[in-house]
């Protein structure tokens, strides 16, 4: 199996069929740029994107947080390229490739512990430092122009989330150990809140939501984001869950004999902005033992192509991976390291899926109530310094070998002497790139109503 990549229509712009011309030159990279990234999924599932194109639509955010791949397109290989900071190994280390303010929230490690971190790493690959600062730079000045905030306090508040960012790298540089963790006895604010909801969540609320009984057991409940699956469909998935069985780690594997018995399996859509399109099954199995209030909810969905590997030379990484649902769970592995205990990998028909616990104890940090400057400000310290984490937790001490260097050092190594001026320079993108964000806003939904981005608007 190989990785599959999919650039045909920004290579071959006049492949892509319009109703109607942009109207600009930006308007005409936008339309590429989507065409090229999503030109696969829309022509397989032409509603789901009209749905996750008005969700694009509806603000600003939602269309950065949906196109990353015009990002990367902008940094990579547009007018934003320029980075006088990721020098030598700070160029080359495991990225998120998605941040923005809306990717992080809870979740349950594989310890045991409820810990507040970064999330949903679909985009995740191997670049520069400073792509991940400069993406949540901008995202956060999107957020603030929302919230009418001024723009001393939109500055402020991202020069605090890098300063937090480069004083947890020194940290990981003097530490011993790279097992930082945000969790219920280290955070305040909305983030410590969101630990205590999430503490108080019940998989068995969960399950009765999603499941019903029959004849004793659990099974999904029908419902009109779940389709039964045929016969041979279904002997698919079976054996693809068998083989995600193999993916798992020996050490984070239940030695209990009925863990992974599967009891039900369905097919499932409606997921967010960035999974529209994209095949994916829900599927139940036994849990920890034959009671019925701790059964196990996974999800297996179709893992993405990230947005990076589009403007990069990606050969060495294809070259260790079988598929994209590999690369994206040890990606994840790297950048998380206390993951959850079920996540895997696996294949359908060749194309790879990534399988994790759809769990009661995953809640996103909620941003509507935060409208304040100093509320923020406590916020995005926080998230400073969990992205350095899991910048500094990729490296040569986790399971890949893909990056065999001290992240830390690395970029302690690019910025030495020049701390003060990558965060006057991301603070500068951050601010200005919103601006651009906020105009190919416009441009998008003036293409997508006149039917000029790849799927119609009704």
């Not at 018995?261 to 033992?289: C, H, M, Q, T």
Request: proline share 3%; with cysteine.
């Amino acid at each position: 199996m190989s990785l599959d990549r999919s650039r045909s229509t920004a290579e071959n712009p006049e492949s892509v069929k319009h109703k109607a011309e942009p109207t600009s030159e930006r308007g005409e990279t936008i339309v590429a740029v989507l065409s090229d990234a999503f030109a696969p999924l829309m022509e397989a599932d032409p509603a789901a994107f009209r749905a996750k194109y008005r969700k694009m639509a509806s603000d600003a955010h939602s269309f950065y947080r949906g196109t990353a791949c015009l990002y990367y397109h902008d940094v990579i290989r547009g007018d934003w390229t320029d980075d006088p900071f990721a020098e030598g190994d700070a160029a080359n280390i495991w990225v998120h490739g998605d941040l923005h303010v809306e990717n992080f929230g809870t979740y349950l490690n594989a310890d045991g512990r409820l810990v507040f971190d970064v999330n949903d790493f679909d985009e995740a690959f191997l670049g520069r430092f400073t792509w991940d600062l400069r993406r949540f730079a901008a995202s956060l000045a999107l957020v603030g122009w929302q919230k009418a905030l001024p723009e001393d306090d939109v500055d402020r508040l991202i020069r605090h989330y890098l300063r937090c960012y480069l004083d947890q790298v020194k940290d990981y540089v003097a530490s011993e150990t790279d097992d930082f963790a945000l969790h219920l006895d280290n955070t305040e604010g909305p983030i410590h809140d969101a630990l205590v909801v999430a503490r108080e969540a019940r998989r068995a609320d969960l399950l009765d939501l999603n499941t019903r009984v029959s004849d004793g057991v659990r099974v999904f409940k029908d419902h009109p984001t779940v389709r039964r699956l045929e016969d041979d469909e279904r002997a698919r998935v079976t054996e693809a869950f068998e083989r995600y069985l193999d993916s798992i780690p020996e050490h984070r594997r239940s030695e209990r004999e009925l863990f992974y018995d599967l009891r039900d399996v369905v097919g499932k859509s409606g997921f967010g902005i960035g999974s529209a399109g994209l095949p994916a099954y829900n599927l139940l199995v036994e849990g920890y033992s034959q009671a019925l209030d701790n059964d196990v909810l996974l999800s297996m969905k179709q893992a993405n192509v990230p947005a990076i590997s589009r403007f990069v030379d990606a050969e060495a990484v294809e070259r260790y991976f079988d598929h994209e649902g590999h690369r994206t769970v040890v990606s994840q592995r790297a950048l998380q390291v206390h993951t959850d205990p079920m996540l895997g990998y696996t294949d359908v028909d060749g194309t790879g899926y990534v399988v994790a616990e759809v769990s009661p104890y995953e809640i996103d940090l909620d941003w509507d109530d935060l409208t304040e400057p100093d509320d923020i400000e406590r916020v995005v310290a926080l998230l400073g310094r969990a992205t350095a984490k899991i910048h500094c937790a990729s490296d040569e001490d986790s399971d890949q070998d893909l990056v065999d260097f001290q992240v830390e050092e690395a970029i302690t190594k690019a910025v030495e002497g020049r701390e003060d001026d990558l965060i006057d320079w991301v603070v500068d993108f951050g601010e200005r790139y919103a601006t651009q964000v906020r105009e190919d806003h416009a441009e998008f939904v003036a293409a997508f109503r006149r039917g000029a981005i790849g799927v119609s608007s009704t």
